[in-house]
């Protein structure tokens, strides 16, 4: 035969195949109204607030002096709690994903209770603790250190609310690729922390980063924790969340700065989702 009876085509595309799984299932017609009211719910209220903002007042407000202090203090504390939290998150991480299964799930609810505690419980919980009269509170005041109503307050109570974040993601990349590739590693001489850090955190490194990102967007958006536990001194204290509620309680910033700065907390949200999204498609399937 000097021909071939039929030719080959090229091979169906995963992302080809998933979108012709999906048409051939279907979405049933009654769960189509519910899903409109759903989205509804979360696009109306941001579409009111794009709505209400006045455009041409956005650069004064935004650039305002309460406003840039505001960010400016948001964005340092944020960055230096999201820098701790990787200190902390990621070796807690690998405890939990490498502990017994009953170790594993105890430290892993201890891990993921301040996601689920409303967030003015967390800041009742951190001056419990380092408070004036808190458990370790009169031991550092003894020692000339006041912690509460600092801005290291703001970055202890972002890292509180923050971490579950980075330990979530990071355990979750952990358990995923499994420990073959350590044994190995460990088989030939390596030490553990040569195994660590030559083998595990390249390995974990999408998780990390996608842990990373969303801690930070978590402590940037932080309001309760802080406003209880660091107050709400200009300068000091006052993130961008505080800010905003002390505008819409007739001090501090203007009402329109109010808005451009919940704008600006949107745009974040939406740069945190494009950055996981486009992690999530270059993760081989």
């Avoid at 007042?57 to 305002?64: C, K, L």
């Avoid at 406003?67 to 902390?88: I, N, P, Q, R």
């Avoid at 912690?147 to 980075?166: M, N």
């Avoid at 922390?193 to 974990?204: C, D, I, K, N, S």
């Amino acid at each position: 035969m000097t021909g071939t009876p039929f030719a080959l085509g090229p091979a169906p595309s995963p992302a080809r195949d998933r979108v012709g799984a999906r048409r051939a299932i279907g979405i049933p017609g009654a769960l189509l109204v519910p899903a409109a009211l759903g989205t509804a719910v979360l696009v109306l209220p941001l579409a009111a607030l794009l709505l209400r903002l006045d455009w041409s007042a956005v650069p004064a407000a935004v650039t305002s002096p309460a406003a840039v202090e505001a960010l400016t203090l948001s964005l340092v504390t944020a960055a230096v709690a999201t820098g701790c939290c990787l200190v902390l998150g990621v070796p807690l991480a690998l405890v939990i994903a490498r502990a017994s299964r009953r170790t594993a799930a105890v430290l892993r609810t201890l891990v993921t209770l301040p996601l689920v505690l409303p967030p003015l419980v967390g800041g009742i919980a951190l001056l419990a603790l380092l408070g004036r009269t808190g458990l370790f509170g009169e031991s550092l005041a003894l020692l000339g250190i006041r912690i509460p109503f600092t801005t290291t307050a703001v970055v202890i109570a972002q890292v509180f609310v923050a971490l579950p974040f980075l330990v979530i993601s990071v355990e979750g990349s952990l358990r995923a690729v499994g420990t073959r590739f350590e044994a190995v590693a460990a088989g030939l001489g390596a030490r553990p922390f040569t195994v660590f850090r030559r083998v595990t955190l390249p390995l974990v490194l999408p998780g990390v980063a996608a842990g990373t990102v969303l801690c930070f967007a978590r402590a940037l958006g932080e309001f309760g924790a802080t406003a209880l536990f660091a107050g709400n001194t200009a300068g000091v204290t006052r993130t961008m969340p505080l800010a905003i509620y002390t505008a819409f309680n007739g001090a501090g910033v203007s009402e329109d700065t109010a808005i451009a700065l919940s704008l600006m907390l949107i745009g974040v949200a939406v740069a945190v989702l494009l950055v996981m999204r486009g992690w999530r498609e270059d993760v081989p399937r």
